[in-house]
């Protein structure tokens, strides 16, 4: 099944729980918006594109819901909108969807409409990536090693993947490529997510911590850093907390370090500065699953996302092409 789509037979979203990976593959329905809310919120969905979807989606639960007058559908619209600030794709979607819905004349005509435009921006996905994979791939050498953060492949999205999605397509292509998998703390997409996939694909991956992408850099193990992005701005991207860490180290290293991003993930009217980065749980650092590593009353700071500025990224990828000159073409 894809990562996320929609069930015609039974009017409900169905998504792949990534919380339970990879330990269990388990489909969850949401047929309430709250339930699709609740899902955002925990991760059971996420990655930028993924949550793109997830918003068109939940619109249309919106228009199912029983009592509706037009400001509570907005401030349940509202709501799934910031159920996570920092990836533009989750406001993208609800737009899109929302916007499609106000052609209608009933509310039916609306939630038909909206389903209409949710199913296309999960169709497009698919197509976007599989681009982003064709430009992204001639840009990986047979031979290379690659270092990846957090999940950007199928799991992020509704299939193929940003990041992941260049280096499968590489690999269709024929190159030998590996990849060096960070586990990507505190939630762990990496090794259990990034890990998961790549393995499934027989793709060649180790695991190392985060805090090991200098070592192995300056090993000379790794010849391309290759990420996704939750949101581009102005003057750089938003990705999961560790990124900019990696493309400190890569440029030290003379190592290329690149982004993988749909279009659909660009906000560039917006500079940096008026981002909101979501701040997670004290409980994700203080507890490792049940258990429990580090004092209950330690001040906890717990950002889920960084920001790395163009001068250390060598191009952007994205469905149109490669945005080499980062400055001048955005
Ligand atoms: O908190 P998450 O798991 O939603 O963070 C996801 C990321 O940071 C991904 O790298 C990003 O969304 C790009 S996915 C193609």
């Given at each position: 099944?894809?990562?996320?789509?929609?069930?015609?037979?039974?009017?409900?979203?169905?998504?792949?729980?990534?919380?339970?990976?990879?330990?269990?593959?388990?489909?969850?329905?949401?047929?309430?918006?709250?339930?699709?809310?609740?899902?955002?919120?925990?991760?059971?969905?996420?990655?930028?594109?993924?949550?793109?979807?997830?918003?068109?989606?939940?619109?249309?639960?919106?228009?199912?819901?029983?009592?509706?007058?037009?400001?509570?559908?907005?401030?349940?619209?509202?709501?799934?909108?910031?159920?996570?600030?920092?990836?533009?794709?989750?406001?993208?979607?609800?737009?899109?969807?929302?916007?499609?819905?106000?052609?209608?004349?009933?509310?039916?005509?609306?939630?038909?409409?909206?389903?209409?435009?949710?199913?296309?921006?999960?169709?497009?996905?698919?197509?976007?990536?599989?681009?982003?994979?064709?430009?992204?791939?001639a840009l990986l050498e047979d031979g290379d090693v690659v270092l990846t953060h957090c999940n950007?492949?199928?799991?992020?999205?509704?299939?193929?993947?940003?990041?992941?999605?260049?280096?499968?397509?590489?690999?269709?292509?024929?190159?030998?490529?590996?990849?060096?998998?960070?586990?990507?703390?505190?939630?762990?997409?990496?090794?259990?997510?990034?890990?998961?996939?790549?393995?499934?694909?027989?793709?060649?991956?180790?695991?190392?911590?985060?805090?090991?992408?200098?070592?192995?850099?300056?090993?000379?193990?790794?010849?391309?850093?290759?990420?996704?992005?939750?949101?581009?701005?102005?003057?750089?991207?938003?990705?999961?907390?560790?990124?900019?860490?990696?493309?400190?180290?890569?440029k030290v290293h003379g190592i290329p370090f690149y982004v993988a991003a749909p279009l659909s993930?660009?906000?560039?009217?917006?500079?940096?500065?008026?981002?909101?980065?979501?701040?997670?749980?004290?409980?994700?650092?203080?507890?490792?699953?049940?258990?429990?590593?580090?004092?209950?009353?330690?001040?906890?700071?717990?950002?889920?996302?960084?920001?790395?500025?163009?001068?250390?990224?060598?191009a952007v990828i994205t469905e149109k092409g490669v945005i080499h000159d980062l400055k001048e073409?955005?």
């Amino acid at each position: 099944m894809r990562t996320i789509e929609w069930d015609d037979e039974k009017a409900v979203v169905k998504l792949v729980d990534q919380t339970l990976l990879p330990g269990e593959y388990k489909i969850v329905e949401c047929t309430q918006l709250d339930e699709l809310i609740e899902a955002i919120k925990r991760l059971a969905v996420r990655g930028a594109p993924a949550l793109g979807a997830a918003g068109a989606f939940g619109v249309v639960l919106a228009f199912m819901m029983k009592e509706q007058d037009e400001s509570k559908l907005k401030g349940e619209v509202e709501k799934l909108k910031k159920a996570r600030p920092t990836a533009v794709n989750l406001s993208y979607g609800v737009n899109r969807a929302w916007q499609a819905a106000m052609r209608g004349r009933s509310i039916q005509e609306m939630s038909s409409y909206a389903l209409e435009e949710a199913k296309r921006i999960a169709e497009e996905d698919v197509a976007v990536n599989k681009k982003i994979g064709e430009y992204g791939s001639a840009l990986l050498e047979d031979g290379d090693v690659v270092l990846t953060h957090c999940n950007a492949g199928r799991l992020a999205c509704v299939d193929w993947g940003t990041a992941l999605g260049v280096i499968r397509t590489a690999i269709e292509r024929g190159k030998r490529i590996e990849v060096i998998a960070c586990e990507t703390r505190p939630l762990n997409q990496g090794s259990r997510l990034t890990a998961w996939e790549l393995v499934q694909d027989k793709i060649p991956v180790t695991l190392i911590t985060d805090s090991m992408s200098a070592a192995v850099m300056r090993e000379g193990k790794v010849n391309k850093v290759l990420v996704g992005a939750d949101r581009v701005v102005k003057e750089g991207v938003f990705n999961k907390i560790g990124t900019y860490m990696h493309a400190v180290v890569a440029k030290v290293h003379g190592i290329p370090f690149y982004v993988a991003a749909p279009l659909s993930s660009f906000d560039t009217e917006r500079s940096y500065k008026e981002v909101e980065i979501e701040e997670r749980s004290p409980e994700e650092l203080l507890f490792f699953g049940k258990k429990q590593i580090a004092p209950l009353d330690v001040k906890v700071y717990n950002p889920a996302f960084d920001f790395t500025p163009f001068e250390l990224i060598e191009a952007v990828i994205t469905e149109k092409g490669v945005i080499h000159d980062l400055k001048e073409d955005i």
